[in-house]
């Protein structure tokens, strides 16, 4: 297809860079990809995937306790951490394997070191091989930021926490999102005892008040703590092990662990963009147009690196539309990053699609919200007093339902198909009309009034 060495040379074997690579090659593309970690990424290597395996694991300490109730008697329980993390790292091998397969079955070359955008059209790779190619893609990623205060260095991110040699007894998580949220369970479930420290006054921003509300109200039942406008001062090195830390208007206080979940910074620096005038905005990622190119003609971007939406799936799809408007035979794809349902694993889940209610009603003066506020089925017999919460937002004047948001257990797992209806502009009358499945949570989907 071309003079190069490549048609495509992707940096960064993360999950859009992976399809994007894999989708190039299968239209014919000969392509490269330098990874100089893992294959696989953040989601596959040291996010999403091995954390929801503990959030697995975390669900086995309420259920043993609650299956007394439907007649089980279990022995003694004892948790072994070391048991789960090994069993986790040696399922996240596998999965790195699995995707290099992916790869190879494509004939697509892999590099793993480092790759440097030296000039137009060229990357110089660690070890000091010079290749060519007609496109390249930027799927670097994005990595943990920390704050900026003394003895930050002794905390560790969500990078490290699978790896950890033993169980903390206390953490203190600082960060107030989705990570700082799912940890918090994580370590709660597991017997630690948990801080959850913000800097501001709320819990994951974007989420609709209500499920925000009800999460830290279920969250301090368990027995985490919380602590808003809150910062740290300084951790030190304990004597007698683990760290001192110190927070604004508190004690000093022992903890073994503190970990940082305070947002992700895109993966721009040492990657040569300099060297070929790729812009960068304010927070270091890469501006790109619909179609993920940046402001130079045969460089693109996909990814956390672009800053755009920080969600695996939403990389792939941008990685897929990339492939299929550079090499696929059809008109240019762009990725469509409207309605994008997401979710939180706390304990319970979060899901949500859509508007929030506050931002329906700026957008849309006028809405309609129909709620369902339960206790579900098991939890009555477990003896278990935790509700869930249900939300739909309507369109008033088009009865459209333009908002999803739930809070109870596999909410994760109703909300996938529940968000195909609110993208394909269903209304609540379509949803009245369908015949309910009972007895489910998700049939309150359907009954509410």
């Known amino acids: 297809m071309s003079n190069y060495d490549f048609d495509l040379f992707t940096i960064g074997a993360g999950s859009g860079g992976v399809r994007a690579s894999r989708v190039s090659a299968a239209y014919g593309a000969k392509v490269a990809v330098a990874e100089e970690h893992r294959v696989g990424g953040t989601c596959v290597i040291r996010g999403c995937v091995p954390k929801k395996m503990l959030v697995y694991g975390a669900h086995f300490a309420e259920d043993l306790e609650d ?7 279990i022995g003694e329980r004892r948790f072994d951490w070391t048991v789960l993390r090994d069993n986790v790292l040696a399922d996240v091998d596998r999965l ?6 992916t790869l190879e079955n494509h004939d697509v070359t892999i590099f793993h070191e480092r790759a440097e955008i030296t000039g137009p059209h060229e990357i110089t790779l660690a070890s000091g091989k010079v290749v060519t190619a007609k496109y390249i893609l930027i799927a670097t990623g994005a990595r943990p930021q920390l704050p ?4 930050v260095e002794h905390g560790i991110t969500s990078n490290e926490a699978f790896h950890l040699d033993a169980l903390p007894k206390k953490i203190i998580i600082a960060g107030g999102g989705y990570i700082a949220n799912e940890f918090a369970g994580i370590f709660n479930e597991f017997g630690s005892d948990v801080c ?28 985490i703590d919380f602590k808003f406008n809150t910062l740290f001062e300084y951790i030190r090195p304990s004597d007698d092990g683990g760290f001192l830390a110190k927070l604004t208007g508190c004690d000093e206080e022992h903890v073994d662990v503190v970990m940082f979940a305070t947002g992700r910074s895109p993966n721009t620096e040492g990657l040569g963009l300099e060297n070929v005038d790729v812009e960068l905005g304010e927070k270091g990622e890469i501006p790109v147009d619909q179609f993920s190119k940046t402001n130079v003609d045969h460089i693109y971007a996909v990814g956390d690196v672009t800053n755009r939406v920080q969600l695996t799936p939403v990389a792939i799809r941008e990685g897929q539309a990339f492939a299929d408007t550079v090499f696929g035979d059809g008109d ?19 899901a949500s699609v859509g508007l929030t209610e506050g931002e329906a009603r700026n957008s849309l003066g006028s809405i ?25 937002i309507c369109d008033a004047e088009s009865d459209r339902i333009v908002g999803i948001h739930m809070i109870a257990p596999e909410a994760p797992e109703m909300m996938q198909a529940a968000a195909i209806a609110v993208k394909a502009g269903l209304t609540k009358a379509d949803f009245d009309a369908t015949v309910a499945i009972h007895p489910t949570m998700a049939e309150e989907l359907v009954l509410m009034r």
């Open 96 to 101: 790195e394997g699995a995707y290099t397969d």
């Open 332 to 350: 240019p794809v762009a990725a469509d990053h409207s309605c994008i349902p997401s979710a939180v694993f706390s304990h319970p889940p979060i």
């Open 196 to 223: 959850l420290v913000n800097r501001g006054d709320q819990l994951l921003r974007g989420y609709d008040e209500a499920l925000r509300d009800r999460l830290l109200q279920i969250s301090i039942m368990k027995g």
């Open 148 to 151: 900026d205060f003394e003895g």
């Open 368 to 392: 309609k919200v129909y709620q369902s506020d339960f206790r579900p089925m098991k939890n009555v017999l477990a003896g278990r007093n935790e509700r869930s919460l249900m939300k739909m």
């Open 67 to 73: 299956c007394k109730r439907f007649g089980w008697e």
